[in-house]
C-alpha cells in the first residue's frame, strides 16, 4: 500500500486529504497523511473578516484530526523544514507547545508520493522598511493580530482626543488594491462605525477613524472589468475611504509610509496586501521555480523534475495551454485538489492533463455588496454588482464547505452561523 503525504491542509491539501481519504484510504488502496504546521483550518479566502472582528475563527475552523478520522486520512501536525527527496521522506520540526514545552521531537514521514499544498506568503518586494514596520494577513494569527491592534488602537486614538490631542483620530494604510485590500477596508469601516456604537471608542468612524488604499496601478482591483473596479472605488470612497491610485510606496516607517513622490501618509497600523510568493520552502527543495518561488508543474502537477512530487494552488506555478498562468486562488487550489484526487485516488491512475478553468472573480464590498465578473463556458464575461454578487461571493465558502462536509451538514452549519450571527456582538472584542 503507497503512503500518500499531503503538505498543507489548507483549501487546496485538506480537500485533496479528505476526497483521498474518503476513496483511497477507505478502500485500503492508500495510506493518506496530512501534515500542517496548524492543529486547525481556516478557508483562508475569510482571513479579512477575522482581522476586522466579524468572524471568529475558534468557531469556524475545522480539528485536522476530527476530519481524518472522519474521512480516513492520518494528520501529523508539524511544521514541515525540509524534503530528502532521494529518501523519499519528510522532516518535521519539533512541535513546542505556547509555554515553550517540547510535545514532540523533531521527525521524519516517508513517503511514495508527495504533495505540496503548502500555499503563499505576503510579497513584500524588498521595500525598505516593509519587514520591520507593516503587518500581514497570511495566516489566523497574523489576522488576530491585526484584530486587536485595531481595537486597541481605536481606544488609544479615542483616549487621545478626550485629552484634547491635537490631530484626533487613527490611521489605517493598506498597501495594494486587490481582493484582500479592498475586502479588508470595507469590512474595517463597519467595524469602526460599530465600536463607536458600542462605546469602545467616542470618535466620528469616517472622520477620525481614516483608512486609506495605496495601490501602485491606475486602478482597484485590476483582474475585473474597468468598470468593476471603478465601482468598487466609488463604493470604498462613499464608505468614507480614501483610495489612491498611481501610488507606489518607496518606504514605510514606525508611523508613516512614504511614497515615490515623496508624499508621507501617517500610519499607526500599515496593512501589506500588494500580492504574495511561495513560502521560503519551496525553494530548498532543488525543484525548478520561477521567481516567486512557486513551483513549476507539467499539466499532471507533477514537478518537472521529479514524479513523485507534486503542487497545488498558490505553491505551484502551472501555465494553462489556453487561459496561461493560473492564479493564486482558491477556485484553482479547489479544481486542482479536484484533479489530483481522480488521478491518485485511482488503482490504474489516468494521464488526462488538469484543465484549469476560470469561472470568474468575486470581491466583498462589506455585508450587503460585492462586485465581480463570472465567466460562462463559452468564455464570455459577465459583471456581476450588487447584492446579487454578495449571494454569489457567499456561496463560495459554503461550497467549500459541501466539498470537506457534504450538503447536510454545510446546510446545518449554514443556519448555525445564521443564527450566531444573530446572537453575537457584530465585532468581537475578545
Ligand atoms: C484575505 C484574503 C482573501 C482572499 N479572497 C479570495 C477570494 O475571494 N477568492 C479566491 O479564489 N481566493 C481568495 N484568496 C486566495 C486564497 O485564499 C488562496 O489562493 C488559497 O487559500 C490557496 O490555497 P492553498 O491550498 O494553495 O493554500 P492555503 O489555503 O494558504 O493553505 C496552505 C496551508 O499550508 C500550511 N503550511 C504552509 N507551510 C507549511 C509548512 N512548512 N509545514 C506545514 N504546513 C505548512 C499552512 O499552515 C496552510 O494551512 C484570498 C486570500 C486572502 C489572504
Not at 496530512?34 to 468557531?59: C, E, I, M, N, Y
Not at 520591520?132 to 484584530?147: G, P, S
Not at 477596508?185 to 460599530?194: G, I, K, Q, V, Y
Request: proline share 5%.
Amino acid at each position: 500500500m503507497e503512503t500518500i503525504v499531503i503538505v498543507g491542509g489548507g483549501a487546496g491539501g485538506l480537500e485533496l486529504a479528505t476526497r483521498l481519504g474518503n476513496s483511497a484510504a477507505k478502500s485500503g488502496r492508500a495510506r493518506v497523511v496530512l501534515v500542517d504546521r496548524w492543529p486547525a483550518h481556516f478557508w483562508k479566502p475569510l482571513l479579512h473578516t477575522v482581522a476586522s472582528g466579524k468572524h471568529d475563527p475558534q468557531v469556524m475552523a475545522i480539528d485536522y484530526a476530527a476530519q481524518a478520522a472522519e474521512h480516513g486520512f492520518e494528520f501529523a501536525r508539524g511544521e514541515v523544514l525540509g524534503v530528502d527527496r532521494d529518501a523519499r521522506r519528510v522532516s518535521l520540526a519539533p512541535w513546542i507547545a505556547d509555554d515553550g514545552a517540547e510535545v514532540l521531537p523533531a521527525r521524519s514521514i516517508a513517503y511514495d508520493k508527495l504533495v505540496l499544498a503548502l500555499g503563499s506568503v505576503t510579497n513584500l518586494f524588498g521595500v525598505p522598511g516593509a519587514e520591520q514596520h507593516v503587518l500581514t494577513l497570511d495566516d489566523v494569527a497574523q489576522a488576530e493580530t491585526f484584530r486587536q491592534r485595531f481595537v486597541d488602537g481605536c481606544i488609544q486614538a479615542s483616549a487621545r482626543q478626550a485629552a484634547g490631542a491635537q490631530n484626533p483620530g487613527i490611521d489605517i494604510v493598506i498597501v495594494g488594491g486587490g481582493a484582500t485590500g479592498v475586502e479588508l477596508a470595507a469590512e474595517l469601516s463597519h467595524s469602526a462605525r460599530t465600536l463607536a456604537r458600542y462605546n469602545v471608542h467616542a470618535m466620528d468612524p469616517v472622520r477620525h477613524v481614516r483608512i486609506r488604499i495605496l495601490e501602485r496601478g491606475a486602478l482597484l482591483l485590476p483582474h475585473l472589468h474597468q468598470r468593476q473596479s471603478k465601482r468598487a472605488a466609488r463604493h470604498l470612497r462613499a464608505l468614507g475611504i480614501k483610495v489612491l491610485l498611481d501610488t507606489a510606496v518607496a518606504r514605510v516607517d514606525a508611523g508613516a509610509v512614504v511614497d515615490t513622490e515623496g508624499c508621507i501618509y501617517p500610519s499607526a497600523i500599515t496593512l501589506w496586501a500588494a500580492g504574495v510568493k511561495a513560502p521560503p520552502l519551496c525553494a530548498t527543495l532543488g525543484l525548478a521555480s520561477n521567481a516567486l518561488r512557486q513551483i513549476a508543474v507539467a499539466p499532471s502537477l507533477q514537478a518537472l523534475d521529479d514524479p513523485n512530487v507534486y503542487a497545488i494552488g498558490d505553491c505551484a506555478n502551472f501555465v494553462c495551454p489556453i487561459l496561461g498562468k493560473v492564479p493564486p486562488r482558491a477556485q484553482a487550489a479547489h479544481q486542482q485538489a479536484v484533479y489530483l484526487a481522480q488521478v491518485l485516488g485511482q488503482a490504474s491512475p489516468s494521464s488526462a492533463p488538469f484543465a484549469y478553468r476560470d469561472y470568474g472573480s468575486l470581491v466583498s464590498l462589506g455585508s450587503l455588496a460585492a462586485v465581480g465578473v463570472l465567466t460562462r463556458g463559452s468564455g464570455r464575461k459577465y459583471a456581476v454588482g450588487g447584492a446579487l454578487a454578495r449571494v454569489l461571493y457567499a456561496l463560495m465558502y459554503r461550497k467549500h464547505q459541501v466539498a470537506l462536509h457534504g450538503v447536510v451538514r454545510m446546510s446545518a452549519q449554514t443556519v448555525a452561523d445564521w443564527i450566531r450571527e444573530k446572537i453575537s456582538p457584530s465585532v468581537r472584542l475578545h
